[in-house]
């Protein structure tokens, strides 16, 4: 049984590891902020942008109801997600590997850490990988933390330090067969 629950983990991890990572060019992109109000701290190098905050990076597209960017002395900027009151905060970003493959991820809570392009979302998670439209795998759960450098994402049943706990609550994956049905078998001496 335990080989069993191992094994599964190991493909499961797999699964959700295989074509991850995001756009390569959007780390070299300007920030672009659309919303209602901005508040900036020059001395602290922090922006605070509150209604309906639309921020883009290349293909990496976030939006919450306030968003706080931070910046350090490198220049790496920081932003910090808030969701409305009933609301879910979001990401979607272009991943290599296809002209139509995105992840995207909802949260009360998102952290976006630009130096190492590490995405944390913190209650409510959720996220999915898609081709166009379409998802092709999807988890749930209190904390999910993605690192597209590395091609690795976590899911957690506590948004406290990203760690699961007994009784904090269940995750969820759902993960799409990666078969391909062969070509119709075609009939010796071809189709009549």
């Known amino acids: 049984m335990k080989l069993f629950s191992f094994l599964f983990l190991l493909m499961l991890n797999a699964a959700l590891m295989a074509s991850v990572h995001a756009e390569k060019a959007d780390s070299t992109k300007p920030t672009v902020v659309d919303a209602n109000q901005m508040a900036y701290d020059d001395v602290k190098q922090i922006n605070t942008f509150t209604g309906d905050v639309i921020l883009t990076r290349g293909t990496l597209t976030m939006k919450a109801a306030r968003v706080v960017v931070t910046q350090d002395a490198a220049g790496y900027q920081f932003a910090t997600l808030y969701a409305g009151p009933g609301a879910l905060a979001s990401f979607r970003q272009k991943r290599d590997g296809g002209p139509d493959l995105w992840m995207d991820g909802q949260a009360e809570r998102i952290e976006y850490d630009g130096k190492t392009e590490l995405v944390k979302l913190f209650s409510k998670a959720r996220m999915r990988r898609l ?51 062969p070509a119709a078998a075609v009939p010796a001496g071809g189709a009549k």
């Open 131 to 181: 081709d166009g439209n379409k998802p092709t795998d999807e988890v749930e759960g209190e904390f999910i933390s993605y690192d597209s450098r590395s091609e690795f994402f976590a899911v957690n049943n506590t948004p406290a330090g990203g760690e699961s706990k007994p009784g904090g609550g269940r995750i969820k994956a759902v993960i799409q067969p990666r078969i391909t049905t």
